[in-house]
């Protein structure tokens, strides 16, 4: 029977967002004991405007909540390699190192079916209080200024829901505003985070957000075991890219820094529909190809921004906390991981201070400097890799000597394997290795 949401009780945590970093979050604390509301202003399955690209990173936290077979039922596609695309037209691909325990790196399956996953799973645990059609608006303040409760709408319903409805069957008519209480405050409410906006933070500033817009297309042909990303003319300073999804489709999209869009006057739809027609390759590709759908547009804040992400009462995490990939406009996986290491650092929290009160800062910094050592790193490695993709030089002799230098390919297959191999592209011996011929 599902638990019902109550007033009087003070939760372990309150998890706003049950998107992958908020449904990880509620996943791990459950099974830790510890008890969780997780609220979101959607009904699921609801869809997720995303590139559908399911990382190695990601794949291994999904094992370890037990929920990776269930990626596997529906249409799905895998992912063997990545095929860079340069201003020039040269093309080459480079196999990804395959994810622990699987033969190919990752997954493409559609948003709606990933998130669903997750939201079943946590539906199924009894720790776990649901509530779907909350809009969470406010937090709540105690006497010394820790957040101890979130405020929202309850049945506000913003998103129409569709099918499987299971939870949150609250009308329209009947919205009202409901307050609940916790020892601390998850934010896993994405990059709009109204938890961000209520605890007065900064917004992300414009060079450190993409726009990004994606698209479905039937028939595209040529599609393969490999993810495509097109550093080209007429896109540049942003990339395009091609997912096959594995059942006939293509997830098409486009990512460009907001700074570079304001300077622009075209409209994102039409450099996408413009690339897709005029760079040869793609061009010949998608002539027979039928778009289905609408193009969804929506924000990924980057991990280039380092934005607070922990105080008294309180944690950011995933897209909340501008944990995205900003070479690959990859999220999910830093989603579930900080969810992960929120859920760990939460219930040592709990062990170690008895009662209710909210938990300090003090001790939630330790979240932030697992985020820290664990995934900052490599989100700094790509930033360096996004300054490079902006210069057309730089991609041209990147793509082009890959694409006829065997060794220099090799190089770039073990940088994509190795953490220690990638810090090598920021050293100028590498930049050095690009220039000869
Ligand atoms: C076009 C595009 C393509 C992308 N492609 C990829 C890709 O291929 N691979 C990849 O790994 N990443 C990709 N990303 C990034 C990825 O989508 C995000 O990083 C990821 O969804 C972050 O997960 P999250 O749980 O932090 O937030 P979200 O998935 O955004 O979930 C946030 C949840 O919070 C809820 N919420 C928001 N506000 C409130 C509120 N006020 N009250 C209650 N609930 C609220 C929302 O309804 C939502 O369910 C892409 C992003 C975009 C925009």
């Known amino acids: 029977m599902e638990n019902m949401p109550s007033e009087e009780m003070i939760y372990d945590a309150i998890v706003v967002g049950a998107g992958p970093g908020g449904c990880a979050c509620a996943l791990f604390l459950a099974r830790a004991g510890r008890q969780v509301l997780l609220v979101d202003k959607a009904a699921f399955p609801r869809e997720k405007v995303c590139g559908d690209a399911v990382s190695g990173k990601s794949v ?12 596997d039922a529906p249409a799905h596609g895998v992912i063997k390699g990545v095929l860079f695309g340069s201003p020039s037209g040269k093309e080459v691909v480079v196999p990804f190192p395959n994810a622990a325990g699987l033969d190919f790196a990752g997954y493409t399956l559609r948003r709606k079916q990933t998130d669903w996953i997750l939201f079943e799973a946590a539906i199924a645990e009894k720790n776990i209080t649901i509530m779907q059609k909350f809009n969470v608006d406010s937090v709540v303040k105690d006497e010394a200024g820790a957040i101890c409760g979130i405020g ?30 916790s020892r601390v405050v998850v934010g896993a409410d994405g990059s709009g985070s109204a938890i961000s906006r209520a605890l007065g933070l900064p917004p992300v500033p414009p060079e450190h957000q993409f726009m990004a817009i994606r698209g479905y297309w039937r028939g595209v042909e040529g ?43 075209e409209h994102p739809n039409k450099i996408l529909y413009n690339a897709i027609s ?16 609408q193009i ?103 793509i082009g000597k890959s694409a006829t230098n065997p060794k220099f390919r090799q190089h770039i297959v073990d940088m994509l394997a190795s953490d220690e191999e990638k810090k090598k592209a920021q050293s100028p011996l590498f930049l050095l290795e690009l220039l000869l011929p």
């Open 278 to 293: 005029s760079y040869p390759s793609l061009a010949r590709r998608f002539k027979p190809s039928l778009q289905e759908g």
């Open 60 to 71: 291994g936290v999904m094992r370890e909540l037990g929920l990776l077979k269930d990626l």
């Open 223 to 265: 599609l393969s075991d490999n993810i495509e990303l097109y550093f080209i003319d007429g896109v540049l300073p942003g990339y395009l890219w091609v997912f096959p999804m594995g059942d006939g489709t293509a997830n098409v999209g486009l990512g460009i820094l907001f700074s570079d869009m304001k300077k622009r006057k």
């Open 296 to 398: 969804g547009a929506w924000t990924i804040p980057n991990g280039s921004y380092k934005k607070r992400n922990a105080g008294s009462g309180w944690v950011l995490i995933g897209d909340a906390a501008c944990l995205v990939d900003p070479f690959s406009g990859e999220g999910f996986g830093n989603a579930v991981s900080s969810g992960k290491f929120a859920a760990q650092t939460i219930d040592e929290a709990i062990k170690n201070n008895a009662g209710s009160e909210a938990l300090k800062v003090q001790v939630l910094q330790a979240y932030s400097d697992k985020v820290d050592s664990i995934l900052r790193p490599e989100m700094e490695m790509s930033y360096k890799l996004q300054q490079m993709s902006r210069h057309r030089f730089l991609l041209n002799r990147f």
């Open 152 to 181: 929202g709408i309850d049945g506000m319903a913003p998103q129409k829901a569709e099918v499987g409805e299971r939870f949150g069957a609250n009308e329209e008519a009947g919205a009202s505003k409901r307050t609940f209480h």
